[in-house]
């Protein structure tokens, strides 16, 4: 019997979205490669299927950005205050191994740690991943071969996670399997993929899309929940799907989601909570406590005035901002013509918790990278947000080069850092700029193009409304011209049999 990855598409479903054909940027890319592929062509009948052509390109790409970092491994991050910033390499992971007491031989939440950091400040599932990665890492040596070795161990774990995210983003829009090349060409995914250890929440929210979109609402919970115990921002995702749920009355599946989500993040965190809850509040105090940071306006707000905003007016503003965000995210979720797809307003609802947070670290661009491609994949706009995010990355890098050089400067002052950090925050409204213009105007949407509904929607894919509110509530009307064949939402498309996938 042949398998699903060499039986031809037609047999089972429309064959899929050519990028090539509606994409321009992509057409104009794929000349590097000999050009758009032909229409005769036999597809679906090579061992070169989409998931693992965007796999082994996914890999291949993160090990260009293990040589990026090369400088700092042979010495910038043990030698010279400066030089891991001028070469734009540093990482986390190599200076917490003896800070954090995995040099020792110290557990993470229960042994008290010396100096300032009195407990590790990640959440359990990632001081998890931490602590699996000492105990892979030799312990003889000097301590530079051991943190040398320590970075080198949670390189290969963090790959294997790139390589989950770039699979499951693949096969989450059935038809638009070559989508994932964009998460696998990222620029800043691949140079901040081992800065720290977000990849791993990043690889279990990727999963989780994928399990929804199959009609799997408990086990897109349980991955869900997994991912929260790795990261706070996995959680938010809860709020889009609750108003989409509401409008389409999908409320079984939703407590299904819900559910799961809590009981896989107990299972993680209960037993740590008991005996150790010193350590395992620590995150969460941390996060409270930590002052305003590299990457946030509230920054720019701190260095250029006279009476900088505490942090405990950063905190509590913070929160609002991201309230009123959620609640007119749940006001477009109601009114809009048609309802938007989860990936959309998944794809907002962290853009929104990032853009206000008082903290933007530059690996944080990994939890929207994903979304983004799932929300919106369209070569030029993703193409222009990851411009401004990596202009951001060399920005901080720079920025801090200059702050620790000295008399010399070597660098980036203080106003041109503020300007990279405005570059991302217009970046990232940008994108999401375009998103509402998606959902106001859903004949606009890339996805929607070839008559799909909701693609990542699992439950919610082609489902009827049960509560709208406004203009939804009459017949959906277009917002504005667009030289576009009309779509039949909820369709599968025109026969395509005829088309190649690229």
């Given at each position: 019997?042949?398998?699903?990855?060499?039986?031809?598409?037609?047999?089972?479903?429309?064959?899929?979205?050519?990028?090539?054909?509606?994409d321009?940027?992509?057409?104009?890319?794929s000349e590097?490669?000999?050009?758009?592929i032909?229409?005769?062509?036999?597809?679906?009948?090579?061992?070169?299927?989409?998931?693992?052509?965007?796999?082994?390109?996914?890999?291949?790409?993160?090990?260009?950005?293990?040589?990026?970092?090369?400088?700092?491994?042979d010495?910038?991050?043990?030698?010279?205050?400066?030089?891991q910033?001028?070469?734009?390499?540093?990482?986390?992971?190599?200076h917490?191994?003896?800070?954090?007491?995995?040099?020792?031989?110290?557990?993470?939440?229960?042994?008290?740690?010396?100096?300032?950091?009195?407990?590790?400040?990640?959440?359990?599932?990632?001081g998890?991943f931490?602590?699996?990665?000492?105990?892979?890492?030799?312990?003889?040596?000097?301590?530079?071969?051991?943190?040398?070795?320590?970075?080198?161990?949670?390189?290969?774990?963090l790959?294997?996670?790139?390589?989950?995210?770039?699979?499951c983003?693949?096969?989450t829009?059935?038809?638009?399997?070559w989508?994932?090349?964009?998460?696998?060409?990222?620029?800043?995914?691949?140079?901040?993929?081992?800065?720290?250890?977000?990849?791993?929440?990043?690889?279990?929210?990727?999963?989780?899309?994928?399990?929804?979109?199959?009609?799997?609402?408990?086990?897109?919970?349980v991955?869900?929940?997994?991912?929260?115990?790795?990261?706070f921002?996995?959680?938010?995702?809860?709020?889009?799907?609750?108003v989409?749920?509401?409008?389409?009355?999908k409320?079984?599946?939703?407590?299904?989601?819900v559910g799961?989500?809590?009981?896989?993040?107990?299972?993680v965190?209960?037993?740590?909570?008991?005996?150790?809850f010193?350590g395992?509040?620590?995150?969460?105090?941390?996060?409270?406590?930590?002052?305003?940071?590299?990457?946030?306006?509230?920054?720019?707000?701190?260095?250029?005035?006279?009476?900088?905003?505490?942090?405990?007016f950063?905190?509590?503003?913070a929160?609002?901002?991201?309230v009123?965000?959620?609640?007119?995210?749940?006001?477009?979720?109601?009114t809009?013509?048609?309802?938007?797809r989860?990936?959309q307003l998944?794809?907002?609802?962290?853009a929104?918790?990032?853009?206000t947070?008082?903290?933007?670290?530059?690996?944080?661009?990994?939890?929207?990278?994903?979304?983004?491609?799932?929300?919106?994949?369209?070569?030029?706009?993703?193409?222009?947000w990851?411009?401004?995010?990596?202009?951001?990355?060399?920005?901080?890098?720079?920025?801090?080069?200059?702050?620790?050089?000295?008399?010399a400067?070597?660098?980036?002052p203080?106003?041109?850092?503020?300007?990279?950090?405005?570059?991302?925050?217009l970046?990232?409204?940008?994108?999401?700029?375009?998103?509402?213009?998606?959902?106001?105007?859903?004949?606009?949407?890339?996805v929607?193009?070839?008559?799909?509904?909701?693609?990542s929607?699992?439950?919610?894919?082609?489902a009827?409304?049960?509560f709208?509110?406004?203009?939804?509530?009459?017949?959906?009307?277009h917002?504005?011209?667009?030289?576009?064949?009309?779509?039949?939402?909820?369709?599968?498309?025109?026969?395509?049999s005829?088309?190649?996938?690229l």
């Amino acid at each position: 019997m042949p398998s699903a990855e060499t039986t031809p598409a037609s047999v089972h479903e429309p064959e899929p979205v050519r990028p090539t054909r509606e994409d321009e940027v992509a057409a104009a890319g794929s000349e590097l490669f000999g050009g758009p592929i032909g229409r005769r062509a036999l597809l679906g009948t090579s061992w070169w299927t989409p998931v693992r052509v965007v796999a082994l390109v996914a890999i291949g790409m993160f090990a260009l950005g293990l040589v990026q970092k090369a400088p700092c491994y042979d010495g910038a991050w043990f030698f010279g205050a400066s030089s891991q910033y001028t070469h734009a390499c540093y990482s986390d992971i190599p200076h917490l191994y003896q800070g954090r007491g995995f040099a020792d031989g110290l557990v993470p939440y229960f042994d008290k740690l010396p100096g300032d950091m009195d407990y590790l400040e990640y959440p359990v599932l990632t001081g998890v991943f931490m602590q699996v990665a000492a105990w892979l890492t030799p312990s003889s040596g000097s301590i530079q071969h051991q943190e040398q070795w320590y970075w080198f161990v949670n390189a290969g774990m963090l790959m294997v996670c790139a390589a989950v995210v770039a699979v499951c983003v693949t096969r989450t829009h059935r038809r638009r399997p070559w989508d994932g090349l964009l998460v696998a060409l990222a620029p800043a995914f691949v140079l901040t993929a081992t800065i720290n250890w977000d990849l791993l929440a990043v690889a279990l929210t990727a999963a989780a899309m994928l399990m929804w979109s199959r009609g799997r609402p408990l086990a897109f919970g349980v991955l869900l929940g997994l991912a929260t115990a790795a990261k706070f921002y996995p959680f938010l995702l809860l709020g889009p799907l609750f108003v989409l749920c509401w409008r389409a009355g999908k409320w079984r599946e939703f407590i299904q989601a819900v559910g799961g989500a809590v009981i896989a993040w107990l299972v993680v965190n209960l037993p740590v909570m008991l005996f150790a809850f010193d350590g395992w509040s620590k995150f969460y105090r941390f996060s409270h406590d930590r002052g305003i940071d590299f990457g946030s306006f509230w920054l720019i707000w701190a260095q250029n005035s006279s009476k900088p905003p505490t942090t405990d007016f950063a905190n509590n503003a913070a929160m609002l901002l991201v309230v009123a965000c959620s609640l007119g995210i749940a006001a477009l979720t109601f009114t809009a013509p048609r309802r938007p797809r989860f990936a959309q307003l998944a794809f907002l609802i962290v853009a929104a918790f990032i853009l206000t947070n008082k903290v933007y670290s530059p690996q944080y661009v990994l939890w929207l990278v994903p979304l983004a491609v799932l929300a919106r994949p369209k070569w030029r706009d993703f193409l222009i947000w990851q411009a401004c995010e990596v202009a951001y990355f060399l920005g901080i890098w720079m920025y801090l080069a200059y702050t620790t050089s000295g008399d010399a400067h070597k660098g980036l002052p203080t106003h041109g850092y503020h300007w990279a950090i405005v570059v991302h925050l217009l970046g990232t409204l940008y994108l999401c700029a375009v998103v509402v213009r998606d959902i106001l105007m859903p004949e606009r949407d890339v996805v929607r193009h070839s008559g799909d509904d909701d693609p990542s929607g699992g439950v919610l894919d082609g489902a009827e409304d049960v509560f709208v509110l406004g203009a939804a509530a009459h017949p959906a009307r277009h917002a504005a011209h667009f030289d576009a064949p009309a779509v039949e939402w909820g369709s599968r498309g025109r026969d395509s049999s005829a088309d190649g996938s690229l």
